[in-house]
């Protein structure tokens, strides 16, 4: 149950004696303020275990993620995250900082904290996501970056502003999203599941079959899509959904 029940007791001390007028009237005074302590007790508790669920939910994802201050000082990081910045391919946490061994990772890096520094705005070249071979020799890895305004609370001091930094180890698939699709690249539902049965390694005769259409109409789709996504052929597009999706 979310009601709570509060017990207070006081100890007369060992003289026993009665409470006298003063005693209750000085109780009854302190009451409210017991009752606010009280309900600001159980706010704080609500906002940790909310925090405590948030965390599960950000580690579950497949793709690292790192909350960076102004500054690029982290903030937060996932278990993935953590997982690639320890696993000595290119990319690790040094001063509470990200830092990459790979030259053109660390420029391009640098210069995505200073656009997003100065607006952050989606159309910025310099957000464009960018892709770096692990020192490891075996993959690659690409980067995102977005702003997020954390609107303060009532009473909160100020406004804070997080930089979410998105890392993705293109060796492991990920899971489409269907209205992820749709929104991202202005899709139709029939076409965005065309294309997730495609980026499943699906050909384009099983993918009718699923959705139940005639080839024909999954090729209307298909073009559709092409031409929506930007590309010219299926190899192409699944490339494309494969390396760009989760960041968009």
Same mark, same amino acid.
């Given at each position: 149950?979310?009601?709570?029940?509060?017990?207070?007791? #006081?100890?007369? &001390?060992?003289?026993?004696?009665?409470?006298? *007028?003063?005693? *209750?009237?000085?109780?009854?005074?302190?009451?409210?303020?017991?009752?606010?302590? =009280?309900?600001?007790?159980?706010?704080?508790?609500?906002?940790?275990?909310?925090?405590?669920?948030?965390?599960?939910?950000?580690?579950?994802?497949?793709?690292?993620?790192?909350?960076?201050?102004?500054? &690029?000082?982290?903030?937060?990081?996932?278990?993935?995250?953590?997982?690639?910045? &320890?696993?000595?391919?290119?990319?690790? =946490?040094?001063?509470?900082?990200?830092?990459?061994?790979?030259?053109?990772?660390?420029?391009? #890096?640098?210069?995505?904290?200073?656009?997003?520094?100065?607006?952050?705005?989606?159309?910025?070249?310099?957000?464009?996501?960018?892709?770096?071979?692990?020192?490891?020799?075996?993959?690659?890895?690409?980067?995102?970056?977005?702003?997020?305004?954390?609107?303060?609370?009532? &009473?909160?001091?100020?406004?804070?502003?997080?930089?979410?930094?998105?890392?993705?180890?293109?060796?492991?698939?990920?899971?489409?999203?269907?209205?992820?699709?749709?929104?991202?690249?202005?899709?139709?539902?029939?076409?965005?599941?065309?294309?997730?049965?495609?980026?499943?390694?699906?050909?384009?005769?099983?993918?009718?079959?699923?959705?139940?259409?005639?080839?024909?109409?999954? *090729?209307?789709?298909?073009?559709?899509? #092409?031409?929506?996504?930007?590309?010219?052929?299926?190899?192409?597009?699944?490339?494309?959904?494969?390396?760009?999706?989760?960041?968009?």
């Amino acid at each position: 149950s979310d009601v709570h029940h509060i017990l207070l007791w #006081f100890h007369r &001390g060992p003289d026993r004696r009665a409470y006298n *007028k003063t005693d *209750k009237a000085f109780f009854e005074a302190l009451m409210p303020h017991w009752q606010r302590a =009280i309900r600001q007790k159980l706010t704080v508790d609500y906002m940790d275990s909310s925090m405590r669920a948030a965390r599960q939910v950000l580690d579950q994802s497949p793709f690292g993620l790192h909350f960076l201050n102004r500054t &690029g000082r982290i903030l937060f990081s996932n278990a993935a995250g953590k997982t690639q910045c &320890g696993a000595r391919a290119g990319i690790s =946490i040094r001063n509470q900082s990200l830092t990459f061994r790979n030259r053109g990772a660390r420029a391009a #890096f640098d210069d995505m904290l200073a656009a997003v520094k100065h607006g952050g705005r989606k159309d910025d070249p310099r957000l464009q996501p960018i892709m770096f071979g692990k020192t490891t020799g075996e993959g690659s890895y690409q980067l995102g970056m977005r702003r997020l305004k954390m609107q303060g609370e009532r &009473g909160s001091l100020a406004t804070r502003r997080v930089i979410a930094v998105f890392i993705y180890d293109t060796g492991k698939r990920m899971e489409l999203s269907i209205e992820g699709l749709r929104s991202l690249y202005d899709l139709t539902e029939a076409e965005a599941r065309v294309c997730d049965l495609l980026y499943q390694s699906r050909n384009l005769p099983e993918a009718a079959k699923i959705l139940g259409i005639s080839i024909n109409t999954a *090729k209307t789709h298909l073009n559709r899509s #092409f031409r929506k996504v930007g590309v010219q052929s299926q190899a192409e597009l699944v490339r494309r959904l494969n390396s760009q999706l989760y960041i968009s």
